[in-house]
């Protein structure tokens, strides 16, 4: 297990008290992996095996906004601004500057935040089940296990451009994580 920190399964109903404010905080997740991927890509384009799997990445990360999208649409709920994810914010804040800590880093703070995000859609996934939504539950259930594999992608870049660093940096990164992902209050929000 990546995550040294579970989240509780009452989470998800807090999180469902709003799905209008939840879904645009999702979609506006899905944006900002679309965009990190991109930046990524811009920042380490000397990097071959790397941009072509980022790119990928934001293909797929692209075609989740695009779900998101219609799913606000379908429903009726208006698009709003994003209002900052104070979780991706705090984990951003752990990234070392200088290379090459700064692209181990960006990796491994990515990971974290896709191993969270797996997590968390899942029990979306399944409370929307419970409620009858089976419609939302299909589409957490499917973004949960993407959120899985890109998960797995930036733990295996990491690994690559680190092979000795690359596990002990993320045991501290992911201590932190858990304090951090604990420190924030249950809301209509993924984090
Ligand atoms: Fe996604
Ligand atoms: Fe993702």
């Given at each position: 297990m990546f995550l040294l ?103 491994l703070?990515?990971a974290f935040?896709e191993a969270r995000?797996h997590e ?28 899985e594999?890109?998960f797995e992608?930036f733990l ?14 993320a045991a501290?990164l992911g201590?932190?994580e ?14």
């Amino acid at each position: 297990m990546f995550l040294l920190s579970s989240t509780v399964p009452a989470w998800a109903d807090a999180a469902r008290t709003d799905l209008g404010a939840l879904l645009v905080d999702h979609l506006h997740c899905e944006r900002k992996a679309v965009e990190n991927a991109l930046q990524l890509v811009r920042r380490y384009a000397d990097r071959a095996g790397m941009v072509e799997a980022l790119a990928r990445l934001a293909h797929e990360e692209t075609a989740h906004l695009v779900r998101m999208s219609a799913l606000l649409e379908e429903r009726g709920l208006p698009m709003r601004h994003d209002v900052g994810n104070r979780y991706a914010q705090l984990l951003r804040a752990e990234v070392r500057p200088g290379e090459p800590a700064r692209l181990l880093d960006s990796l491994l703070t990515s990971a974290f935040i896709e191993a969270r995000s797996h997590e968390r859609l899942l029990l979306l996934g399944r409370a929307f089940a419970a409620a009858g939504d089976h419609d939302a539950a299909g589409i957490y259930a499917a973004l949960a296990s993407a959120e899985e594999r890109h998960f797995e992608l930036f733990l295996e870049l990491a690994r690559e451009v680190a092979p000795a660093e690359a596990d002990a940096r993320a045991a501290e990164l992911g201590a932190r994580e858990a304090e951090i992902i604990a420190s924030l209050p249950h809301g209509p929000r993924i984090h």
